[in-house]
C-alpha cells in the first residue's frame, strides 16, 4: 500500500526544489552575441531577456564613429521593449493553452511561466 501522507510530503519537497532551481536559474546570465561581436544579448537562466548591447558598425560598417550614443541607445531600448512584449504575449498565450487544459484550475508549473 502507499502512504498518502508519504506521497505529499514527497511532492512538496519537490516543489520547493523547483522553485529553488528557479532562483538560481534567474541569477544566471548567458550571452549570445552575432556578427562577430556586434549584437549581444544577454538573458538568464530563466530565458528572461536582460538586455542588448549593438555596436555602431552594426549600424553603418563605413563610418561607425558617425553613430552616435544616443542612436545606439534608442536602438538597443527599442528592440528590448519589442522582446520583452512578444515574451509576455508568448507567456500569455501558454498561461491560456494551459488553463484550457487543467479545466481552468490555477497550476504554477516551474519554467513554464
Same mark, same amino acid.
Given at each position: 500500500?502507499?502512504?498518502?501522507?508519504?506521497i505529499?510530503?514527497?511532492?512538496?519537497?519537490? /516543489?520547493?526544489?523547483? @522553485?529553488?532551481?528557479?532562483?538560481?536559474? %534567474?541569477?544566471? !546570465?548567458?550571452?549570445?552575441?552575432?556578427?562577430?561581436?556586434?549584437?549581444?544579448?544577454?538573458?538568464n537562466?530563466?530565458?528572461?531577456?536582460?538586455?542588448?548591447?549593438?555596436?555602431?558598425?552594426?549600424?553603418n560598417?563605413?563610418?561607425?564613429s558617425?553613430?552616435d /550614443?544616443?542612436t545606439? @541607445?534608442?536602438?538597443?531600448?527599442?528592440i %528590448?521593449s519589442a !522582446?520583452k512584449?512578444?515574451?509576455?504575449?508568448?507567456?500569455?498565450?501558454?498561461?491560456e493553452?494551459?488553463k484550457?487544459?487543467?479545466?481552468?484550475?490555477?497550476?504554477k508549473?516551474?519554467?513554464?511561466?
Open positions: 500500500m502507499f502512504n498518502l501522507q508519504q505529499m510530503k514527497q511532492a512538496q519537497m519537490m /516543489q520547493k526544489k523547483a @522553485e529553488e532551481m528557479q532562483e538560481e536559474l %534567474a541569477g544566471i !546570465m548567458v550571452n549570445g552575441v552575432a556578427g562577430g561581436g556586434l549584437v549581444d544579448v544577454t538573458m537562466g530563466k530565458r528572461d531577456f536582460i538586455s542588448i548591447k549593438i555596436k555602431p558598425e552594426a549600424i560598417p563605413e563610418n561607425p558617425a553613430v /550614443q544616443d545606439l @541607445e534608442t536602438l538597443e531600448d527599442l %528590448a !522582446m512584449e512578444a515574451a509576455q504575449k508568448a507567456s500569455n498565450v501558454s498561461e493553452k494551459l484550457s487544459i487543467t479545466g481552468g484550475l490555477n497550476l508549473i516551474p519554467g513554464l511561466f
